[in-house]
C-alpha cells in the first residue's frame, strides 16, 4: 500500500536485521496463520478432552497468569519497545529490567495468591484450588519476561526472529499439550504443559537477545527512571485494557461458575484470532511508526488502518455466518451455545485490531502514553457497571454486546486522537479501490522478497 515503505530513522542496534514494513507483514502474518491454526487444534483437544467446566479451570487459570504479567508489567513492555526503537536506552539494560521486573511479579504473585488462596476460590477464582495456583505462580515471571523480551526486539525491528520464535512455539504446543491433555484429562497437567511451553519460549528469545544484540546489563539510575518514567504513563490504560478485555469473563466466573466461563471463553479466544490478521502489520509497522516524523507516522497509521478494514471485515463476516455449523461439529455439542457470543464479539474483535494500530501511533509517534491509558480507563470505567447488569440479566450474550460497544467506543475516541494530531481527514481512514490495489502490489512485493531471501 501507498507509505507502507516509508523509511524511518533506526539506531546501529537495529540496522543490520531490520525488514520493510511489507516484508515484516508477510513474516508476522506466517507466524500468526501458523499460531491461529495451533490454537484451534489445541482449543479442540482442550474442549473435547476436558469438557466446559475443567476447560473453564484452565482458562481462568491462564487467565490469572494474565493478569497478574500485565500487573507486574507497570509499562515496560511499552517502554521497551520504544525505546528498543529509537536507542535511548541500550539493549543490555532493557533486557536487565525485563529480567528485574520478571522476577518482582513472581515473588509479587505469589505473595497475593497462595496465603488468600481460600478467598480467591471461593469468590471469582471457582475451581481453583492450591496445586494451580503454584503453577500459576511459576508461570508469572516467565510469561513476563517473554512479553518484554519480544516487545524489545519488535521494537527493534528484528521481526524474523519474532516470526519464528512464535512459530516454533505454535508448533511445539500442539505436539506436547494433545498427549498430555488426553491422556491425563486434567486441567493441572493441561496447564503444566502450557507453563513449559513458555518457559522454553522465554528461554529462546533470552538466548538469542544475549547471543546476537547484547547480554543484560544492570540498569543504570537513570535508564531505570527512563524506562519507568514512561511506562507509568500507558500502565494506567494497559491495566485498564486487559480490564475492559478479560473482566467479562470474571463476571460470569464469579456469578455462574467455571462451567460457563469454559463456554464463553472459547468464543472470546476463537474471536480475537481474528487479531491475528493485525498483530504481523502491527509488529512490522511498530519500529517505523515510532521512528518516522509525525505527519509520516500519521500516514502510515492510515494506510495501516485501510488495509485492516478490507481484510478484516469480510474475515469476520465469514467467520460469522461459519461457526453455528462449525462449533458443535468440532468443538462438540456441550460448546454450540459459544456460537451467539461469538458472533456478537466479531465486530469488536476487528475494533480492537485497530485500535492497537492507532494506540502505536499515539504512544510511540507522539509519545504520548497518558492518552491511551485516559481512553481505556475511561473504557473500563464505563464497562464494569455494564458488565455487572449485562451479565446478570443476559449471561454470555450480555457479555458479549457489552465487550463490542466499549471496544467499539474507545476506538472511535484514538481516531479522534490520531486525526486531531495530524493533517488526516476522516475520510482517509476509509479505504478505496487505490487500498485494494496497494495491498496486491504490497503482497507480491512481500512475497517476492521473501523468494530471494
Given at each position: 500500500?501507498?507509505?507502507?515503505?516509508?523509511?524511518?530513522?533506526?539506531?546501529?542496534?537495529?540496522?543490520?536485521?531490520?525488514?520493510?514494513?511489507?516484508?515484516?507483514?508477510?513474516?508476522?502474518?506466517?507466524?500468526?496463520?501458523?499460531?491461529?491454526?495451533?490454537?484451534?487444534?489445541?482449543?479442540?483437544?482442550?474442549?473435547?478432552?476436558?469438557?466446559?467446566?475443567?476447560?473453564?479451570?484452565?482458562?481462568?487459570?491462564?487467565?490469572?497468569?494474565?493478569?497478574?504479567?500485565?500487573?507486574?508489567?507497570?509499562?515496560?513492555?511499552?517502554?521497551?519497545?520504544?525505546?528498543?526503537?529509537?536507542?535511548?536506552?541500550?539493549?543490555?539494560?532493557?533486557?536487565?529490567?525485563?529480567?528485574?521486573?520478571?522476577?518482582?511479579?513472581?515473588?509479587?504473585?505469589?505473595?497475593?495468591?497462595?496465603?488468600?488462596?481460600?478467598?480467591?476460590?471461593?469468590?471469582?477464582?471457582?475451581?481453583?484450588?492450591?496445586?494451580?495456583?503454584?503453577?500459576?505462580?511459576?508461570?508469572?515471571?516467565?510469561?513476563?519476561?517473554?512479553?518484554?523480551?519480544?516487545?524489545?526486539?519488535?521494537?527493534?525491528?528484528?521481526?524474523?526472529?519474532?516470526?519464528?520464535?512464535?512459530?516454533?512455539?505454535?508448533?511445539?504446543?500442539?505436539?506436547?499439550?494433545?498427549?498430555?491433555?488426553?491422556?491425563?484429562?486434567?486441567?493441572?497437567?493441561?496447564?503444566?504443559?502450557?507453563?513449559?511451553?513458555?518457559?522454553?519460549f522465554a528461554l529462546g528469545v533470552g538466548i538469542y537477545c544475549?547471543?546476537?544484540?547484547?547480554?543484560?546489563?544492570?540498569?543504570?539510575?537513570?535508564?531505570?527512571?527512563?524506562?519507568?518514567?514512561?511506562?507509568?504513563?500507558?500502565?494506567?490504560?494497559?491495566?485498564?485494557?486487559?480490564?475492559?478485555?478479560?473482566?467479562?469473563?470474571?463476571?460470569?466466573?464469579?456469578?455462574?461458575?467455571?462451567?460457563?466461563?469454559?463456554?464463553?471463553?472459547?468464543?472470546?479466544?476463537?474471536?480475537?484470532?481474528?487479531?491475528?490478521?493485525?498483530?504481523?502489520?502491527?509488529?512490522?509497522?511498530?519500529?517505523?511508526?515510532?521512528?518516522?516524523?509525525r505527519e509520516q507516522a500519521a500516514e502510515l497509521t492510515a494506510?495501516?488502518?485501510?488495509?485492516?478494514?478490507?481484510?478484516?471485515?469480510?474475515?469476520?463476516?465469514?467467520?460469522?455466518?461459519?461457526?453455528?455449523?462449525?462449533?458443535?461439529?468440532?468443538?462438540?455439542?456441550?460448546?454450540?451455545?459459544?456460537?451467539?457470543?461469538?458472533?456478537?464479539?466479531?465486530?469488536?474483535?476487528?475494533?480492537?485490531?485497530?485500535?492497537?494500530?492507532?494506540?502505536?501511533?499515539?504512544?510511540?509517534?507522539?509519545?504520548?502514553?497518558?492518552?491511551?491509558?485516559?481512553?481505556?480507563?475511561?473504557?473500563?470505567?464505563?464497562?464494569?457497571?455494564?458488565?455487572?447488569?449485562?451479565?446478570?440479566?443476559?449471561?454470555?450474550?450480555?457479555?458479549?454486546?457489552?465487550?463490542?460497544?466499549?471496544?467499539?467506543?474507545?476506538?472511535?475516541?484514538?481516531?479522534?486522537?490520531?486525526?486531531?494530531?495530524?493533517?488526516?481527514?476522516?475520510?482517509?481512514?476509509?479505504?478505496?479501490?487505490?487500498?485494494?490495489?496497494?495491498?496486491?502490489?504490497?503482497?507480491?512485493?512481500?512475497?517476492?522478497?521473501?523468494?530471494?531471501?
Open positions: 500500500m501507498p507509505g507502507l515503505e516509508t523509511p524511518g530513522v533506526s539506531h546501529p542496534e537495529a540496522d543490520r536485521r531490520q525488514v520493510g514494513v511489507a516484508r515484516g507483514t508477510f513474516l508476522g502474518f506466517r507466524a500468526d496463520v501458523i499460531t491461529a491454526i495451533s490454537l484451534i487444534v489445541t482449543s479442540i483437544v482442550i474442549a473435547r478432552a476436558l469438557g466446559p467446566e475443567d476447560r473453564g479451570i484452565f482458562f481462568l487459570a491462564s487467565l490469572v497468569i494474565t493478569y497478574v504479567t500485565v500487573v507486574g508489567d507497570l509499562g515496560v513492555s511499552t517502554a521497551g519497545l520504544v525505546f528498543a526503537a529509537d536507542g535511548r536506552v541500550r539493549f543490555g539494560e532493557l533486557q536487565g529490567i525485563a529480567l528485574l521486573f520478571s522476577l518482582a511479579a513472581g515473588v509479587v504473585g505469589t505473595l497475593v495468591l497462595l496465603p488468600f488462596e481460600a478467598f480467591w476460590t471461593d469468590t471469582i477464582l471457582k475451581g481453583l484450588d492450591v496445586p494451580i495456583l503454584v503453577l500459576v505462580c511459576i508461570g508469572i515471571p516467565l510469561s513476563l519476561y517473554a512479553q518484554i523480551t519480544i516487545a524489545l526486539l519488535t521494537g527493534l525491528g528484528r521481526i524474523p526472529v519474532t516470526a519464528w520464535a512464535r512459530i516454533a512455539l505454535a508448533v511445539a504446543y500442539p505436539v506436547i499439550l494433545t498427549p498430555v491433555t488426553i491422556a491425563t484429562e486434567s486441567p493441572f497437567w493441561s496447564l503444566f504443559t502450557w507453563i513449559a511451553g513458555i518457559a522454553g544475549a547471543l546476537q544484540v547484547s547480554v543484560p546489563r544492570p540498569p543504570r539510575a537513570r535508564s531505570l527512571r527512563e524506562v519507568l518514567s514512561f511506562g507509568v504513563r500507558a500502565y494506567l490504560g494497559t491495566l485498564s485494557y486487559h480490564g475492559f478485555l478479560r473482566i467479562d469473563v470474571l463476571f460470569i466466573s464469579a456469578r455462574y461458575g467455571p462451567r460457563m466461563v469454559g463456554i464463553y471463553s472459547l468464543s472470546t479466544v476463537v474471536a480475537e484470532r481474528i487479531s491475528l490478521l493485525g498483530q504481523a502489520v502491527y509488529a512490522a509497522s511498530a519500529q517505523r511508526i515510532g521512528s518516522s516524523p494506510n495501516v488502518l485501510r488495509l485492516l478494514v478490507l481484510v478484516m471485515v469480510p474475515a469476520a463476516a465469514a467467520a460469522a455466518l461459519l461457526c453455528w455449523p462449525v462449533f458443535p461439529l468440532v468443538f462438540g455439542d456441550d460448546f454450540a451455545d459459544a456460537c451467539l457470543p461469538f458472533t456478537l464479539l466479531l465486530p469488536g474483535a476487528v475494533c480492537l485490531t485497530l485500535w492497537a494500530v492507532t494506540a502505536l501511533f499515539i504512544v510511540a509517534s507522539l509519545k504520548r502514553p497518558g492518552l491511551t491509558t485516559v481512553i481505556q480507563a475511561g473504557g473500563l470505567a464505563l464497562s464494569l457497571p455494564l458488565y455487572y447488569l449485562a451479565v446478570r440479566e443476559a449471561q454470555m450474550t450480555g457479555a458479549a454486546i457489552v465487550s463490542s460497544a466499549v471496544y467499539t467506543g474507545v476506538l472511535f475516541a484514538g481516531l479522534a486522537v490520531l486525526i486531531s494530531s495530524s493533517s488526516l481527514r476522516w475520510k482517509q481512514l476509509v479505504p478505496g479501490r487505490a487500498d485494494l490495489t496497494g495491498m496486491r502490489q504490497t503482497l507480491r512485493t512481500a512475497l517476492g522478497r521473501e523468494a530471494r531471501a
